[in-house]
């Protein structure tokens, strides 16, 4: 018991340890200081009213928010973070005044160092190593390591994945992007001498930038995940594409490839529908009619205009230049309004329904309780494999590979080739067909979407179902999918 519960606390295993001296990539959830200081929220009003003051590093160039993991100063709490390129990481605290400090956070390939402290602290307290115990420590701390794909640049052991949609704390050595194309460095001027990454733009990268630095990464937020700079000859316009970053954790939440044959296995009875429960936590594919929030509020109906103080995580997918208030709002007015408008178009959505829905990137289903306070919440929608609903399915977490609603956007399912047998290009690659659908994120039922998701979708809710690029180079650039109507649908 003492064993591993003192491996525990020394061993810091990805991501609760830094990768670079400087940390820059840290995402871990210290949240006090080396003084023991509690740490302040970084999106605090106290923290965004006085940090230009403050001698902490941060660029003119950049927004505040630009400076962070991706984008998005709310998400990183108030946890340890070095947004500035600081000796270490950092953050504010309030003593007499906000001030910062810095956070004492172990570096991730300290092994060597753990295993001395844990042996030097065995002795001290006079216990004995085992056999048995020895090995329980080999293969806790190798259990620690494979959970992820390390690969060695220098010295260090880096894992070579991402842990959020974004993937902007990655810093792998992949410099390739998903068709193949070579990475350009970032320094690299362009073709017409310009700047590749505009103006003093280092700050918001998550490593630091050398010459030859080439590495896909997410310094501006692009809802894809990591990416890089390309030339492509046959291509001219094609100036960027994603990387093949997987995820990290690739745990039960992830879908496995297989079938729908759990629905028989378990009974065959019937599938479960999205219009009673989600299938997956995010339940963007929910398209029931619950209008009642988790704390008893009635649902106002949903507007059809963006308001100053919506949710930013409604937003928070598009890069923070496309997403601020007030300023350029056209992309966000489009994105809301193909949702509301478009998303249960014969069913008038907008003007007068008011069921719970995912709209945008929230945790789960939500609502507004109250349009003039621009106030909203989440709903209690139970998963379709929980207690709550399928007695007799109680381990239905395969999406139904039929449609369920008339345009199919709840579609969850596995089928990657078009109507003529075509295979579906990936949605995050730009080849053969040059597009940026992933900007629509949001409108994927999916939770995440990674470079290999060539599933045939309906992110732009278009009324005829499920489609998907053609990914052979051959006409036409985009075809259906053949899905069919689930039971009792026409
Ligand atoms: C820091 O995190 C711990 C564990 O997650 C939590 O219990 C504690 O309340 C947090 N402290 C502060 C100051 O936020
Ligand atoms: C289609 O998806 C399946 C399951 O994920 C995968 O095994 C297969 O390789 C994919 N086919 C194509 C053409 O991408
Ligand atoms: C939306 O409102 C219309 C008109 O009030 C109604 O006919 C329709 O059934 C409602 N749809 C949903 C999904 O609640
Ligand atoms: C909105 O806020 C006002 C003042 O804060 C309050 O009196 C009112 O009850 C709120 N309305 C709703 C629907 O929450």
Same mark, same amino acid.
């Given at each position: ?6 491996? %525990? ?5 990805? #991501? =609760? +340890?830094? $990768? /670079?001296? !400087?940390?820059? *990539?840290? @995402? &871990? ?122 690969? %060695? ?5 880096? #894992? =070579? +994945?991402? $842990? /959020?949609? !974004?993937?902007? *704390?990655? @810093? &792998? ?129 949903? #507007? ?142 999916? #939770? ?43």
């Amino acid at each position: 018991m003492v064993c591993l519960m003192t491996i %525990l606390i020394l061993a810091a295993v990805y #991501p =609760e +340890c830094r $990768l /670079s001296e !400087k940390g820059m *990539e840290y @995402v &871990g959830k210290t949240n006090v200081t080396e003084t023991g200081k509690a740490c302040l929220r970084w999106d605090s009003e106290q923290v965004t009213s006085s940090y230009e003051s403050l001698d902490a590093g941060f660029n003119e160039v950049l927004f505040y928010e630009e400076h962070f993991i991706n984008q998005d100063p709310s998400l990183h709490e108030n946890f340890c973070r070095n947004p500035t390129g600081l000796a270490r990481p950092w953050c504010f605290v309030d003593d007499d005044g906000v001030k910062m400090e810095f956070c004492w956070i172990r570096l991730c390939d300290d092994f060597s160092e753990n295993f001395h402290e844990f042996f030097w602290i065995l002795g001290r307290w006079g216990v004995d190593l085992d056999n048995n115990q020895a090995g329980i420590l080999d293969m806790y701390l190798a259990g620690g390591i494979m959970n992820y794909a390390y690969i %060695l640049r220098g010295s260090k052991a880096v #894992p =070579e +994945c991402k $842990l /959020s949609q !974004k993937g902007g *704390e990655y @810093v &792998g050595v992949k410099d390739k992007t998903i068709s193949g194309f070579d990475c350009i460095p970032w320094l690299d001027a362009d073709s017409s001498g310009g700047d590749r990454i505009r103006g003093d733009r280092e700050g918001s990268f998550s490593d630091e930038l050398t010459d030859s630095h080439n590495f896909c990464r997410n310094p501006n937020g692009n809802p894809g995940g990591p990416w890089c700079n390309i030339e492509v000859p046959q291509k001219p316009n094609l100036k960027w594409e994603y990387c093949d970053v997987s995820f990290c954790d690739l745990g039960a939440s992830r879908r496995t490839g297989e079938s729908g044959d759990q629905y028989e296995s378990n009974g065959g009875v019937m599938q479960p529908n999205y219009e009673t429960c989600r299938i997956t936590e995010m339940g963007k594919e929910y398209y029931g009619e619950e209008k009642t929030t988790e704390t008893g509020k009635d649902c106002e109906i949903w #507007p059809n205009k963006i308001y100053d103080d919506f949710p930013i995580s409604l937003f928070s997918h598009l890069p923070f230049q496309d997403r601020q208030f007030p300023g350029p709002t056209q992309k966000i007015r489009f994105f809301f309004g193909r949702w509301t408008e478009l998303a249960e178009p014969n069913k008038q959505i907008s003007e007068e329904n008011n069921s719970c829905r995912n709209y945008g990137s929230m945790e789960r289903p939500w609502c507004i309780v109250s349009l003039a306070n621009l106030t909203w919440e989440y709903c209690d929608i139970p998963l379709c494999h929980g207690p709550k609903v399928f007695e007799w399915c109680l381990d239905c977490t395969e999406p139904a590979e039929c449609m369920q609603t008339t345009n199919g956007r709840e579609y969850l399912g596995l089928k990657n080739v078009t109507r003529s047998g075509k295979k579906c290009q990936p949605w995050l690659s730009q080849m053969p067909n040059v597009h940026s659908t992933i900007l629509r994120l949001p409108m994927f039922p999916d #939770p995440v979407v990674d470079s290999r998701h060539n599933y045939c979708r309906n992110p732009d809710l278009d009324k005829k179902g499920p489609w998907c690029y053609n990914g052979e180079g051959t006409n036409p650039e985009w075809e259906y999918c053949d899905i069919e109507f689930c039971e009792g649908m026409n």
